[in-house]
């Protein structure tokens, strides 16, 4: 009978110890934090004052919009052409007479009050503390926004664009107005940027700067330095006078002096699109959008430190400044919810580190995992897999004794708050 040569490593090592960077690789719901990782926010069901909001039977909202003025917060949405309202912090939505073509565009204004204008091109309507009425007065718009003291719409596509403003405090009144033309090569208008005082034209291929003196003839317009790669209209956002933006290249930030690009390296490859959406804040960036084949919301850090993924929908992703502060609401699964820190309940972390012998047949003996949490652990290389599931409270010796040329691990957290410490991976060259 032949006895299998057991492997003898001496006290101080004997193996080719590797630690496995913690902020490589794919995460979804692991935020990176002192060097390891946490699980982080969820989108998880909104609950106000009022309650939670409900939708009637078989609505499933494609854009939400907020209202907050010095005594009230309530919501609209948008369902299958319809408007739907709930005039409170929470509570039922109820169909309107109001209905769209396509979901419709939103200025937040002031005018009698703070107030909502929506339109979809083609008819206008104001969001107020009473209600969703229509509008007389407001030429139909397709992008607008509110600088100045004026509001500033403007509609359908193409280079040959024109701008149109109302009188000076007096939203309602176009006829005191005037218009701007727009034709240059630069495209479609896709949003306007109120960012410090300084108003701001998205265009499909640029940015450009408005700079309003007061008359019709004492506006000067210049063009900003940028991507010319196109940009994605439903994505631009601002927070402390700083924009953020999908173009075909990713993410970009603008703050008035160029455009710098934001987690070129990212892992899975984000994939901006026509449907792409995001929101800022807080010093983060949410972005809902294709990535790497599967759609999920981006958390992306606004200073380049750091981002993952979140299994989410993110439908009509909005920033809306709630009762209890600034926060991001999306529909998920019909139901409106708001991001909350720390909230998440299982996270993963997928990684593939280098070969540590250059591809030469090699041994996973041994994986040190540090943490806190309910883990399932898997290791797998171009020979096999092996799993572990653990309760760890401090750090774990794992025993694969995998063979194989390359190897990736998975890290699953299952329920709860958990943290991973760090995890080192042990070698040997194949015998």
């Known amino acids: 009978m032949m006895r299998a040569k057991k492997r003898a490593f001496s006290s101080a090592g004997g193996l080719y110890r590797t630690a496995v960077a ?27 004052k009022d309650g939670k909001y409900v939708f009637p039977a078989g609505c499933l909202p494609e854009e939400v919009y907020f209202l907050r003025t010095s005594s009230a917060f309530c919501a ?37 009050g703070e107030l909502l204008i929506l339109s ?32 500033w719409t403007a509609v359908g596509g193409g280079d040959a664009c ?22 240059d090569g630069r495209g479609a208008l896709l949003s ?20 309003a003196k007061g008359r019709e003839d004492e506006f000067i317009l210049t063009d900003e330095d940028g991507s010319s790669e196109r940009i994605f209209g439903g994505s631009v956002c601002a927070e402390n006078g700083r924009m953020y933006f999908l173009c075909e290249g990713g993410l970009c930030a603008f703050g008035g002096s160029g455009v710098r690009r934001l987690y070129e390296g990212f892992s899975p490859v984000l994939v901006p699109g026509e449907g792409a959406r995001a929101a800022v804040c807080g010093g983060k960036i949410f972005v809902s959008a294709d990535f790497g084949g599967r759609h999920a919301v981006g958390v992306f850090r606004a200073d380049g430190s750091d981002g993952y993924l979140l299994q989410a929908e993110g439908a009509g992703l909005v920033c809306a400044q709630a009762p209890g502060g600034l926060r991001v609401f999306s529909c998920e699964e019909g139901a409106l919810c708001a991001y909350s820190e720390g909230a998440g309940s299982s996270a993963s972390w997928e990684v593939s580190p280098p070969s540590p012998f250059g591809g030469e047949e090699t041994v996973l003996e041994e994986l040190l995992f540090s943490g806190e949490g309910d883990f399932a652990v898997e290791a797998e290389s171009d020979r096999g897999m092996r799993r572990f599931e653990f309760v760890c409270r401090g750090t774990k010796r794992l025993r694969p004794a995998l063979a194989g040329t390359r190897f990736s691990f998975s890290v699953l957290a299952r329920g709860g708050r958990a943290r991973v410490a760090g995890m080192t991976a042990g070698y040997s060259r194949r015998q």
């Open 22 to 48: 913690a902020e490589g690789g794919r995460r979804t719901g692991f935020a990176a934090e002192a060097g390891g990782l946490v699980t982080g926010g969820a989108f998880l069901p909104y609950e106000g």
């Open 76 to 112: 609209a949405a948008y369902a299958g052409g319809r408007m739907y309202v709930c005039l409170g912090d929470g509570g039922a939505f109820t169909a309107s007479d109001v209905t769209f073509v396509r979901a419709p565009a939103c200025v937040r204004a002031y005018g009698e």
């Open 162 to 183: 024109t701008v149109r403003f109302s009188a000076v405090m007096d939203i309602f009144d176009f006829d005191g107005g005037g218009s701007i033309d727009l034709p």
């Open 192 to 211: 306007f940027v109120n960012a410090d005082n300084v108003f701001y034209l998205f265009r499909q291929y640029g940015i450009q700067k408005l700079t």
């Open 120 to 151: 979809d091109g083609r008819s206008v309507c104001r969001f107020t503390r009473e209600g969703l009425s229509s509008c007389a007065g407001i030429p139909p718009f397709t992008c607008a926004g509110y600088a100045y003291d004026r509001l």
